[in-house]
Every structure is written in C-alpha cells, then in structure tokens.
C-alpha cells in the first residue's frame, strides 16, 4: 500500500540521504573544530526536535493540501514538483526559535533577534497562505513585502540606537581596521536586513539548498559571534540545528519546502546577529552564495532591459536566473548544485574562522 508521506521508494533511495549525511559532516567539522560538546547542545536538540516535528507537520500541510504553486516559466524538471506542500518554515523556525531563546537565556539581544526572525517569517506566512488561498504565484506584492521587511529593520535599528553602544556604528574590517559610519551606520544595518532576507529567499529553489547552506552559515556567524555574545552563539546553533531538522524532511527528493516564512527569516535572522555581534564584514563573506544569487537575478534583469531591441525583446545573460537555475539548465542535476554549494559555503566559513 502507497504511503502519502513515506515510501519504501524514498526510504531506499540514497541521494537525498547522502546529501543529508554530506551537510551533517560538513556541519560536524566546523562544530567540533571550533566548540566544546557542551556549547554544541543547542544544535544537536534543536535538530532533533525539528527533524521530529517536521513527520507530525508535513502529513497535516499534504491533508490540507497546502502545495506549492509551480511557476510553468520556470525549469520544466520543477513541474514534477507540483503538489508538495510548502510554507515548512512554520515547524522548524518558530521551534528552532525556541530552543535558541532558552539556551540564550533569554537576554536582550536574543529576545530582539528572536523578534526579528518571527517577524520577518511573519512576512514570508502572509505571502505563502496568499499564494495558498488565491491557488496562483502571487502573493503579497513585492512594494507591500518591502514596506513590511523596511519597517521591522526600522523597529530593530531603533531597538540597537537606545540598547547598544554607539560603537556598534564601527564596522570591522580586516586587518584590524574599523570603519566608523556614524549616521548611515543605520541605513546600511536597515538595508543588511532587507537584502539579506530575499537573497536567502533567492536561494531557496533546489531541494535542501537554502536550508543548508543558511545551517552552514548560522553554525559560522554563531562561532564568530560567540567570542563576545554566547548567547548569540546559542541561538545561531539552534538555527542552525533547526535547519538541518528541516533538511531531513527537503532533502531530494523534497517532502516539504520552506516557503517564504521560512527563507525570509533565515536571512533576517543572520543580518541581526551580524549587526549585534560586530559582525558585518564577516556576514557579507559567509553569506557571499546568498549574495550571488541576488547579483545573477539583477544582472539578468538588467542585461535584458539594457539588450531590448525595437520589438521590446532582449537578452539573456544567463540561461535562468538566480544562478542555480542557470546551472541546472546547464546539465547540473539538483543534488549537485547543492553539493557543490555546500562545500564553497563551507569553505567561506572556514575562511573568516581561521
């Protein structure tokens, strides 16, 4: 008898479990080159708790028939996609959230970054159930969703000018340099924020990728943070965790995709603890992937609008866009672009780490 959720199929198949072994041995190497057993809990509990919370949620979204909407421009392979339920984020973030609050200890600066990471998936929820309820691609408009993301940057920025330090508008750069912004300190955390969420958005197209490459990037961003903020270090790990528990589940061949509520928060949740930790410079070197992503987009847009010709038509500068699209139309199968994205974020870590 077919099972709705788990077959003997996916049980046997190897790719996405070997994806999964391949970021869980990624995320093993930084952890245990980097942490003592003890600081690592928050992760190892928030994966589990994720991971098993993901077989209660994902088999009541199939019930409900909350399925992803599959754009027909997009690559031809996704349409097979149509029916998976998406918007998985509201398992995995608000628990990882949890778990980050308590091992964090409920400071301040966990609390504002906890706040930041609902509120954000807040956004994402309200454009997944308006894709859900209106059964088309379109959801909130992309002003409304702006409007929604500069307006909660604005609360955390106004949060940091009474709470934190002015030192906090000094920026690190390498060799030991501090830029000091003053003012527009404020207009670039506002932005962080804002462009930080849809890169992370941007990147959620493949199976498994935004859930780790942001595991990879959380576990990074949490060890550099936690030099000053171990609290901070505690809630990047129960991200990170809850992300892999998510990647259990959105693994290829995907039962679940994170949706909106749950690439906006990621990416908002990094860009605060970047912000608060001093870590700017760092964040822009391990979220270079996220980066890339949202370059490939407006590079395509761009290319096209400046190559119209008198018919309106232009050119294409990449096959797809964001990147990975472009590659998978190239020939790259899906567990590949992941794979290999995995290793050069791993690599970007390691990088500012060492």
């Known amino acids: 008898m077919k099972s709705n959720y788990i077959s003997l199929n996916r049980l046997i198949n190897p790719t996405g ?103 954000y998936g807040f956004i994402g929820w309200v454009d997944d159930w308006q894709i859900l309820r209106k059964k088309t691609n379109l959801g909130l408009t992309p002003k409304q969703k702006l409007i929604l993301q500069i307006g909660f940057s604005i609360l955390f920025c106004v949060w940091i000018y009474f709470s934190q330090s002015t030192s906090i508008t000094n920026i690190k750069l390498p060799l030991n340099l501090v830029l000091p ?45 936690g030099e000053n903020h171990p609290d901070l270090l505690a809630f990047c790990l129960a991200i990170s965790g809850g992300c892999l528990g998510f990647v259990i589940h ?55 609008k400046a190559t119209k010709d008198a018919e309106g038509k232009g050119k294409r500068l990449f096959k797809m866009a964001p990147i990975h699209h472009h590659l998978e139309l190239s020939g790259w199968s899906e567990t590949q672009i992941v794979g290999v994205f995995y290793i050069i974020n791993t690599i970007l870590v390691l990088f500012v780490l060492i």
């Open 17 to 119: 479990w070997v994806l999964l072994i391949f970021l869980g041995a990624m995320l093993t190497i930084i952890a245990f080159g980097f942490l003592t057993l003890n600081q690592i809990l928050p992760l190892l509990l928030s994966t589990i708790a994720c991971g098993a919370l993901g077989y209660v949620v994902v088999p009541i979204l199939q019930k409900i028939k909350a399925s992803q909407i599959i754009q027909e421009d997009g690559p031809q392979s996704h349409l097979k996609k149509a029916g998976t339920p998406t918007m998985g984020g509201i398992f995995f973030i608000p628990t990882a959230v949890i778990f980050g609050l308590i091992m964090g200890g409920f400071t301040p600066e966990v609390i504002a970054v906890a706040l930041v990471t609902l509120g």
């Open 181 to 225: 912004l003053g003012f527009f300190f404020w207009f670039l955390a506002s932005f962080v924020m804002v462009a930080e969420s849809n890169a992370t958005n941007l990147t959620d197209g493949v199976d498994g990728l935004a859930g780790g490459t942001c595991a990879i990037a959380f576990l990074g961003l949490g060890i550099l943070a």
């Open 250 to 304: 959105n693994r290829h061949k995907a039962s679940v995709f994170m949706g909106d509520t749950g690439s906006l928060a990621l990416g908002a949740s990094l860009a605060a603890v970047g912000i608060l930790s001093h870590n700017l410079w760092a964040l822009f070197i391990i979220s270079l992937l996220f980066f890339l992503e949202s370059l490939s987009v407006i590079a395509q847009v761009s290319y096209y």
